[in-house]
């Protein structure tokens, strides 16, 4: 990593001086004086976090009370809904900051900005360029977010009455109930004695044992209840600050969370716990970073930059994110953060540049 930011100093400070730029940039209390251009921003960068959660419904049976009819001693008393985080992905993409630059440039010169205002590309017109991203990001507009719609699995009663096959249980006792489970075992003991008229094949056999089995688990979840799952997605989205002191872990809330409840915004007013984002900077650019302000600060930078600079970027800082519930780690991921790093300046515009759009960072320089 030294090696890298060493070489992209070396490339960063060379100012040639010896032709004419190709592009210029302007800080934003010198811009009026620039011409014609266009403002990119040196993005922040977001982290984007998903949650999968499986939702697991328990719904009583209308005749729950009178179960001991069957012998059934476990059948649900009450309707609940339990949750469970299955999957955590975190992420990170570009969004606009307060460091905004004004760029200038020649008919000759190709510019490329994301639809936030990201800077892509400076290239020659003329010269092969990089191949354009393609794909638009959806911008989003709230904190919480549920993507997917819960798919639960039909009841046993719910598919039976769409098969035309209880429409009367509504009007029956659950002692009528009872009897018709027995007559409908009976018929299965029927079909495994060939008790019944007729001669079957062993599949015809087999699919009427099933049908009536199907009718019968019908028929007891109307007694012992019934138990459905099904998945939800939640996106969060946190624009992390940096810390005074970069060494201490910052500790960002994201969202709370409870086996009973499920997912819940921070605003919700509940006692459940919450899911926590830590993040640990490595601390890789703070070299640069110190020797970057010196420079900027200089009196021969300010007159530099008062006549237009090549161009700003971005130089990001390498953090771990994880979220952390309750004292445990449910994920974590590697990332480049832009707002932890510092602004880097190549000094003359000559040069064809390409940069990371979820970072801003300086990729690639070539004539």
Do not use: C
Not at 110 to 136: C, F, M, W, Y
Not at 142 to 157: D, L, N, R
Not at 223 to 238: D, L
Not at 273 to 279: D, N, T
């Amino acid at each position: 990593m030294k090696k890298k930011i060493l070489i992209l100093m070396g490339l960063t400070f060379v100012a040639s001086g010896l032709f004419a730029q190709n592009y210029k940039t302007f800080q934003t209390n010198n811009a009026k004086n620039a011409g014609n251009g266009i403002y990119y921003s040196v993005p922040q960068t977001e982290i984007v976090v998903k949650v999968k959660v499986e939702k697991t419904s328990r719904t009583k049976g209308i005749y729950s009370d009178k179960a001991y009819l069957l012998g059934i001693d476990n059948a649900l008393l009450k309707n609940a809904n339990t949750y469970q985080i299955k999957d955590i992905s975190i992420s990170s993409r570009a969004v606009p900051s307060a460091s905004k630059y004004f760029l200038t440039y020649t008919d000759k010169t190709s510019v490329d900005v994301s639809p936030n205002g990201v800077l892509r590309s400076i290239t020659a017109s003329g010269e092969k360029q990089e191949a354009k991203h393609s794909k638009q990001r959806k911008e989003q507009t709230t904190q919480i977010q549920q993507v997917q719609s819960p798919v639960a699995m039909p009841t046993f009663e719910q598919k039976l009455i769409s098969q035309g096959l209880l429409t009367s249980y509504p009007l029956m006792s659950a002692e009528k109930v009872v009897a018709e489970i027995k007559n409908l075992r009976q018929k299965q003991v029927d079909i495994l004695s060939g008790g019944m008229e007729g001669t079957y094949l062993n599949t015809t056999i087999d699919f009427m044992y099933k049908q009536l089995d199907e009718i019968i688990n019908g028929y007891l979840a109307l007694f012992v209840g019934v138990t459905t799952t099904s998945e939800e997605e939640y996106v969060f989205n946190i624009v992390p600050e940096k810390p005074i002191i970069v060494e201490e872990d910052l500790l960002l809330p994201v969202f709370k969370f409870s086996k009973e409840n499920g997912v819940s915004d921070l605003s919700t007013r509940n006692e459940d716990a919450k899911v926590m984002a830590r993040i640990h900077s490595f601390n890789t650019t703070a070299s640069m970073a110190e020797q970057m302000n010196t420079q900027t600060s200089s009196k021969e930078f300010k007159a530099k930059a008062s006549k237009g600079v090549g161009v700003y970027y971005a130089v990001p800082e390498q953090v771990k994110v994880s979220m952390e519930y309750q004292n445990n780690v449910l994920a974590s991921q590697v990332m480049q953060l832009a707002q932890y790093g510092t602004i880097g300046v190549l000094l003359e515009g000559n040069n064809n540049v390409t940069f990371d759009e979820k970072t801003g960072a300086l990729l690639k320089i070539w004539k």
